[in-house]
């Protein structure tokens, strides 16, 4: 079943929050949604009652199975019950909430986010790459005119005097806009930042108004494809090095796409909007693309059929051969140098030993009016978004996507002068998604902290003692905590070591005082041997070598 | 001489650009203030000459030095005169820069920037810190009420429908929301993030409207001072890790300041307002201070007088032992409870080796509506805000600063229950300006990538040979990037080694292929020998290892 059903039952209702939509109930991530109001407030129990409730469909809905979809419904029509008695007034009161479609990340979010980032950039750095930052806002005229109908979702800030501001839509415009500035002829750069778009949140599709992009571009005047293969055998080493399972890497050409609509009789004036309904095919079956050719733009039916014999095709270099040896699109002059260079980029795949991974796929479309060669998107298999049986989309499928931008920087220099472009942007959010499911499914514990070594005591009034412990493994770059509280039951402090994943323990006592020693007690097999206070830095570096304490906050 | 005595010349110009004040040829922090005219513009010229005028008094002002303050008068009224010429239409086209008091990072600024957040960060997972991250904009409400007189700089974002929303202004209010928000009455946590205020900005002394903060704050009811002192503890190991000299933590507590000015005969209901006055002490001289107590506050001067004798005294545990036997303090309830937990605190900071850089300091005081108890702030030697000869505050000193807020997420609780904080926030674009200033002076190259090896080639078509080694090394998870054109001059591929600071070559040939061996070259001595491919990646390791090349972006 569909999430979207049971959202739908409530986003319809008329007792939705005019404030928040359908956000009320549902909450931002974390299922909060907690009311600031006095205790005394009647509205007060009415509120958390319906924020109980809200909660309690959350989890049925994460639950999901079919036969709990009657009581959700049941929960919703009591929850819409509820609302409609708090009556109106009662969106006014200050709601304890992050805005709709953020979220806050905590520790053991933030831990994977670490990860994956860490593997990214690395792969980046592997290729030579460095990295620029932009501010979060640019003049709203910078990104006027650069995303067309999606303009719309662009954050405004108030005009509050002074410049007109917007907030960054992605990473390529401030990109471009960065370059021009500078007049910069050729950089190799990532940029991991977020980004902002009044998009109405599927949030359980892993769609948010504010995200993160994580970009890799190369810059310069350059020969044809040296730059573009390395950009897929980038997404190709991150993908491997997230161990995500097989993928696939589609790419194709906007020559091509161009030459196939020409030779195929589309008018050019409906290239792009043809284009745009090609590149659902991923999302849906081509009786609808093919309708919504027909029926909404107006193909004759026999040209949608044609394109359809070619977008239906994808393979590797012997499909491209095939293809320049057609007597339609290989006579095409554009779609043919789209072929070669395509050829060419697929000999290069070859080279990087990642051609296994690549397929040349004449359905990929991409937004034309941005891409000017080839594009790219990787796509998990496995989380496709390929139809399923329900028809619903699975969501969670394409992971990168990019392409080559040749003209987007000619928009900001004042005589026009472009600097080509190639680049991908590495869809993390879906990453986040996918690997947060896979460490919840794993039931391990993610540990948020890096800590080594806890330092407790046995018997009451050690805090000076343990002070004195902390400061030499501080200063000798262990990583260290103690309890906060001067006097503390040593069993509550071994348990915590337990719950967050310390591995080692200092226990110190009178009798390990007035004898110089401590105690080093190895938390997962519970054994403890003493050791002089003057060896204790030393023996705890080895231990910590020994049990190999992961520097990164890996899954236990 | 002061920057401000240039800008103000020119902010009080009738002349400044409506939309950008004194912005407009004061540019971005990277002088670039470019217009995206067509060249034939008319206007075209005379923009650039106001621009290049703008970047030269930029420059002067730099320099600083007395005898350039005339040329500097003189340039600024030529580029006035320009202005006038150009009208107030000119000030309606698109200008390519970034918002007024925003800027880019270059990959040298982010190298640093880097450098400096990876040792903040191993010092905050030393402690045991986990990290958390909110969304760059709260809700309004959120914000309302947080910031006194402050409030004024918040940006809000349009209202476009749905939530009325604002940038966070700093990392502690979201934090105390997010506390409150999910229950948490425990962690340990840092954040490092932008934060927004429109704030007039002083960018030459490093003061910008979008800026990093980078806040630890152990959260939780602990016992009196453990979690004060460890907080200091980060901030001395913080500024010791970045060797930037000299430094003294001050600290006082709020007790200690109600109780002095409780005792000195302060109303109640001035504290407030004579506490900002006393914190001005470290920008100005006493006499300035006073005459605003007085003249503007309505204090009796005897008052005031009687606070300036304690505001003036710092010192260590033996001012507080005086301090407590002072008839007056001393005598007072609640300055006497402050200076028994100063007491601690100092003790603590004794345990952990730090109280040679702690000093107890009676005039610093930081808007106290906020903190609740110890507050501190670390000043560099060398640096400091004291007044100079010329009157004028250098700017850069404090480098850290906090304290503990126990009242903040109670303001969220529907209950108004507290969790008691105390936090440190590292002053880190004050960091990165000292450090930037500092590798400038060095003249040294700071690395922007941390490539290891470059393929290159001494004959013409060898993209392919490159491609394959490449691919060997990457796979071997070595740093490589080789020409992005085919066929480039070998002198040109070593020059680019040289200036990017990659250490070491592979070089093809022909004859290389043929006897399947590649030649090594070592860019800083020149050398060259010949290994067979085999070997390359083992023989590749071992050199990368004997050369120590840094994986962060060190200075060379």
Redesign the interface.
Same mark, same amino acid.
């Given at each position: 079943m569909s999430d979207s059903s049971v959202e739908g039952t409530t986003m319809s209702s008329s007792l939705k929050d005019p404030?928040?939509?359908d956000d009320f109930y549902a909450g931002s991530e974390?299922l909060?949604c907690?009311?600031?109001?006095?205790?005394s407030d009647p509205k007060?129990q009415l509120y958390h009652e319906i924020i109980s409730l809200g909660e309690q469909i959350k989890t049925l809905k994460a639950e999901k199975p079919m036969h709990f979809k009657k009581r959700i419904k049941e929960e919703v029509t009591k929850l819409l019950q509820l609302k409609q008695q708090l009556g109106d007034d009662g969106s006014k009161k200050?709601?304890?909430?992050?805005?709709?479609g953020?979220?806050?990340?905590?520790?053991q979010k933030?831990?994977i986010?670490?990860q994956v980032f860490n593997l990214i950039i690395a792969s980046f750095?592997?290729? $030579?790459?460095?990295?620029?930052?932009? #501010?979060?806002?640019?003049?709203k005229?910078?990104l006027t005119g650069k995303y067309g109908e999606d303009s719309k979702l662009i954050?405004?800030?108030?005009?509050?005097g002074?410049?007109l501001?917007s907030?960054r839509y992605d990473l390529t415009v401030p990109f471009a806009?960065?370059l021009?500035?500078?007049k910069i002829k050729n950089?190799k750069?990532y940029h991991i930042a977020?980004v902002?778009r009044?998009d109405n949140p599927a949030m359980t599709r892993g769609r948010y108004r504010?995200f993160y992009q994580c970009d890799f571009d190369?810059a $310069?005047q350059?020969?044809l494809m040296? #730059?573009d293969?390395e950009c897929i055998?980038i997404v190709a080493?991150i993908l491997d090095s997230l161990e995500l399972g097989e993928f696939v890497v589609k790419v194709n050409h906007r020559k091509i796409l161009d030459g196939l609509f020409a030779c195929c009789g589309v008018p050019e004036e409906k290239f792009k909007t043809i284009c745009s309904a090609v590149d659902k095919l991923d999302k849906t079956f081509w009786a609808d693309v093919k309708a919504e050719m027909v029926d909404e733009k107006g193909l004759p039916p026999e040209v949608a059929d044609m394109i359809g014999v070619y977008v239906q095709m994808s393979g590797g270099p012997e499909l491209i051969e095939a293809l320049l040896k057609d007597e339609k699109l290989g006579a095409n002059k554009r779609a043919a140098e789209g072929l070669e260079e395509m050829k060419l980029l697929l000999?290069?795949c070859d080279?990087?030993?990642i051609l296994d991974k690549v397929s040349f796929d004449m359905s990929l479309a991409r937004g034309l009016d941005y891409y000017t060669g080839v594009i790219y998107e990787a796509v998990l298999k496995g989380h496709t978004n390929e139809p399923t049986s329900g028809g619903e989309p699975t969501g969670v499928g394409s992971v990168a996507g990019g392409g080559r931008y040749d003209n987007l920087v000619g928009m900001?220099?004042?005589?026009g002068r472009n600097v080509p472009c190639v680049g991908v942007s590495i869809g993390v959010e879906r990453l986040f998604s996918i690997l947060e499911a896979r460490a919840q499914a794993a039931k391990g514990k993610t540990r948020?902290?890096?800590?080594e070594v806890f330092v407790a005591s046995a018997q009451k009034n050690m805090?000076?003692e343990r002070?004195?412990i902390?400061?030499a493994l501080?200063?000798a770059?262990?990583?260290?905590?103690q309890p906060?509280?001067?006097n503390q039951k040593l069993l509550n402090q071994l348990q915590y070591c337990e719950e967050t994943g310390i591995p080692l323990v200092i226990v110190i006592g009178e009798t390990e005082i007035q004898k110089n020693v401590v105690k080093i007690r190895t938390v997962a097999t519970r054994e403890e041997r003493e050791v002089s206070r003057d060896d204790m830095v030393e023996e705890l570096r080895t231990e910590i070598r020994r049990l190999g304490v992961s520097g990164g906050a890996a899954g236990s």
């Open positions: 404030d928040d939509d974390d909060i907690k009311v600031a109001l006095p205790f007060f200050f709601i304890l909430k992050t805005p709709k953020t979220r806050d990340f905590n520790p933030m831990a986010r670490e750095k592997r290729h $030579g790459a460095e990295t620029i930052d932009t #501010p979060v806002f640019e003049l005229e910078t954050y405004d800030l108030a005009d509050q002074g410049e501001l907030l806009r960065y021009a500035m500078n950089i750069r977020k902002y009044r504010e190369i $310069g350059y020969d040296i #730059p293969a055998k080493e000999r290069y080279l990087y030993g900001f220099d004042s005589k948020t902290t890096e800590t805090v000076e002070m004195k902390c400061k501080w200063d770059n262990i990583k260290t905590e906060y509280k001067k």
